[in-house]
């Protein structure tokens, strides 16, 4: 019996083509759409998702300690008791050193305000530290402004510089951080009057010391 060969034509169905096997292959279109479809949904859930608001910090309580600690003040607080009554014990000795003409007058006026203030208190006679500062300025410039490098004639002079260490170390005993800048202030005055000191008329010295008595001895 001779060969035979199948010819799928003789059964009239048709013959597979390349094309026609491309066209049954599945077609990965569509998933590629399913993917970015769902990289979109992801997006907007991601979108719609608010962060947490970071939330502040607490201030650390070393802070807050030395913020209470430490207030800042504007000199128109009143000094206490005991400080007005060194202001007033520290002038005595500066009164003495100078010698003034109403010295028994003044030491007796300042021992009296020194008693009534350790038996009532100072609540009549209140002072801030801004007056302080105000008497002594009036003190130093009362001083100052007549100070000349010559000597004054027929009048009595003292030196400006010997002047003005009395009355650093008159400062000095006052014990008042307040004043730490008026101090350097007379330093300052002092080193400069090293070479090229200045007299004043003494007389001035009562003035002086008087605009001070006032303010912390009324």
């Keep these: 019996m001779d060969d035979y060969e199948y010819n799928p034509r003789e059964d009239n169905l048709?013959?597979?083509s390349?094309?026609?096997?491309?066209?049954?292959e599945p077609k990965p279109q569509a998933t590629e759409e399913h993917n970015t479809n769902n990289e979109v949904q992801?997006?907007?859930?991601r979108s719609d998702t608010v962060?947490?608001?970071p939330k502040p910090e607490k201030e650390s309580l070393t802070l807050q300690k030395d913020t209470i600690s430490t207030p800042q003040t504007n000199g128109n607080e009143f000094i206490s008791v005991e400080s007005h009554i060194r202001c007033l014990e520290s002038l005595i000795p500066m009164m003495k050193t100078f010698e003034t003409p109403t010295l028994e007058?003044?030491?007796l006026r300042i021992e009296k305000s020194i008693e009534k203030i350790k038996s009532m208190g100072n609540e009549e006679e209140k002072i801030r530290m801004n007056e302080i500062r105000t008497s002594l300025m009036t003190c130093l410039l009362i001083v100052e402004k007549s100070a000349k490098k010559e000597d004054v004639k027929r009048e009595d002079t003292?030196?400006?510089?010997?002047?003005?260490l009395v009355f650093q170390s008159f400062l000095f005993s006052l014990k008042l951080k307040e004043l730490?800048?008026?101090v350097t202030r007379i330093k300052r005055m002092i080193k400069e009057l090293k070479d090229n000191d200045k007299k004043f008329p003494t007389r001035n010295i009562q003035l002086a010391l008087q605009s001070i008595i006032?303010?912390?001895a009324p």
């Design 180 to 182: 730490d800048s008026f």
């Design 51 to 53: 962060a947490p608001e």
């Design 158 to 164: 003292t030196s400006l510089k010997e002047f003005l």
């Design 14 to 16: 048709p013959e597979s």
């Design 105 to 107: 007058e003044d030491e």
């Design 18 to 24: 390349p094309i026609d096997n491309q066209l049954e």
């Design 214 to 216: 006032e303010i912390i």
């Design 42 to 45: 992801n997006t907007d859930r």
